[in-house]
């Protein structure tokens, strides 16, 4: 290995002291700003890195952020955390931050492995997803005053508005409703919703939104609950549009069973009957179908604001920030397609066209 | 944070010196019984935790591996690289070793990302993906003695039994001439291939199986490329199907080009055309592909067998054991689906399922 520049070499080039160097790598605000201009020159074009694991010692700080991988999930929509890791690596890299990685089988295993990543001062703060109902992560969490944030609020603990629990979440609620208003507009009358069984947090929230932009029109009874399965879809909705007063259109709670609704309606030559999904995935955008598209990007952009403030990267600081807010709830986005042009027949190759490109995928 | 206890406290505690405490934890071996039970009391009682930065420096071992994360592509085949990140998580958590993540927009970048982990010692060895034809990544990594293996082979060097670069690949070219063998096999005679734009390392690879197993069949000019979209696979095979002598069978290079394949045969009414994707994603199973899947779990764990041996997690002793092998190329293995059931009018609902339990996505 080359000789490394010192922390000495950046200060006789910036012509400062070693302290002010010190300075400007760990408290840049209060070092004057020409000074610390000077200092940055010369650890850039000396290339200056201060070593990562004594700068660690010395700061307690890993700038390191842990993150549970669980077991992939090769579902149609199993591919929204990975969205979300993917975002949140490269939002973390530009605030000096990398992800740390681990797995866990359960919630006791995974209180471990938090719990052991703490007490290394492996990583300075957490990123929980896939919360759930009672969910003893963030209690523990909270319990040792860790920083952390959920994507995905804490569904049944009461008070939504804990100021120690930080999380930011997509407001299915609202996606669906939309959604649907979207539907009603362009002339349904009776767009009926195939939903999960209930209790599901988002699954509820989901179907609360079609409620909602249906309410007024007497078809409450014109939703289902089935397992998220495409075979799932087709049966929920080969039974809906066989009934006398059919729906006219079909709002499904994720893109699995939105496929599945589509090949039903296709099957019976139904071509007239839209159908929406949800999560936007690459197979939504394969065979043209609408979906409602959460905004992962800016949910990794807002678990960072949470835990660090706009800018930054000291979740110690940001927790003594009592005014600033605790939860963001993003609004998704409905993304229109148009999947009849996948009857067989007509014109097909542009407007269902995806374009992946890609080559070479390993 | 609290004023944690620190390793003279425990000394203070144990009645021992600060050089005994340390060796009971670097050293335990040459701790006498009853002293070193005495120092673990005090360690447990006082709640002593190790500090993993001080003991990185000292070790300059972090079991730890670096992986990057490169720009999320919402493609039909994206998630193959993020099932091999599960995978190797998962498996280098049972060798006590986690995974940290870090982006680069391009090689150098990506050059300049290796160089700062390994200079704060914050990473043991890598894993590289998405190789490529001159990868200066692999270079730069021999040229400083890194520890490293790539998932890819070493496409473009010349000597792929190179004793320095560790590699770990799918055998694309067995997996697409098998694929085309059990299409023979079920009475195909005119099974055409649609591939990617030549060069590309792994789909002329794919392409080559195919030429392999048609090679006595006198359809040499049975093949196009097109970029990896839909649109793409739906238009050069409704120009295949239109040709005086069309192929009977579609072979395609990835999952994208496979779907619009199928599309375009579906919109022909030619359900009798078998058609055969790669990748094994979530598209082909929710739509009754066929697919060669990647055994991505098999190479994450050859990956680590690679780096660290058998068992354990040190890449410096592995690299002195001269006679091990170095490279493992792994068979692919052909899904079969029936994708004609998606034709109207036939029943759908059951060949179709793909089973993707899921709740509660965020």
């Not at 004594?54 to 700080?61: F, M, P, Y």
């Not at 049966?235 to 809906?240: F, N, P, S, T």
């Not at 660090?308 to 939860?327: I, K, L, M, W, Y």
Request: net charge negative; with cysteine; aromatic share 6%.
């Amino acid at each position: 290995m080359a000789a490394l520049p010192t922390i000495d070499d950046v200060a006789r080039a910036a012509q400062v002291s070693r302290q002010t160097v010190s300075n400007v790598l760990n408290s840049p605000g209060i070092v004057r700003e020409q000074t610390r201009t000077r200092v940055e020159a010369a650890i850039h074009e000396l290339g200056y890195r201060p070593h990562a694991s004594a700068r660690r010692l010395r700061t307690r700080k890993s700038f390191t952020i842990g993150v549970a991988l669980h077991p992939f999930k090769n579902g149609i929509s199993g591919n929204v955390l990975d969205r979300f890791l993917h975002a949140l690596t490269e939002r973390a890299d530009l605030r000096g931050m990398r992800i740390l990685l681990y797995t866990a089988t359960d919630a006791a295993g995974e209180i471990e492995a938090l719990r052991r990543l703490r007490d290394g001062a492996d990583v300075d703060a957490f990123v929980l997803t896939s919360t759930f109902h009672n969910d003893p992560r963030a209690e523990w969490l909270i319990a040792e005053r860790v920083p952390f944030v959920t994507f995905g609020r804490p569904w049944g603990i009461p008070d939504l508005e804990d100021a120690d629990h930080l999380w930011v979440d997509v407001d299915g609620f609202a996606g669906v409703r939309d959604a649907t208003a979207r539907l009603l507009e362009q002339g349904a009358r009776r767009p009926a919703f195939i939903g999960w069984p209930s209790p599901s947090g988002t699954g509820d929230e989901r179907r609360r939104g079609w409620q909602h932009a249906t309410a007024d029109l007497g078809i409450d009874h014109l939703h289902r609950e089935v397992e998220d399965a495409v075979a799932q879809g087709t049966a929920a909705a080969l039974e809906l549009l066989s009934l006398e007063d059919a729906p006219d259109a079909l709002v499904c709670v994720s893109d699995s069973i939105a496929l599945g609704a589509m090949m039903a309606a296709s099957s019976l030559g139904r071509h007239d009957v839209p159908v929406v999904g949800y999560d936007n995935t690459a197979v939504a955008e394969a065979v043209g179908l609408s979906s409602v598209d959460q905004p992962v990007e800016e949910a990794a952009s807002a678990a960072l604001d949470l835990l660090f403030g706009a800018t930054g990267n000291d979740a110690r600081s940001r927790e003594a920030v009592n005014e600033e807010p605790r939860h963001r709830l993003l609004a998704p986005r409905l993304v229109e397609r148009a999947w009849t042009n996948l009857a067989p027949g007509e014109t097909t190759g542009t407007a269902n066209a995806g374009n992946h490109n890609r080559k070479d995928p390993s």
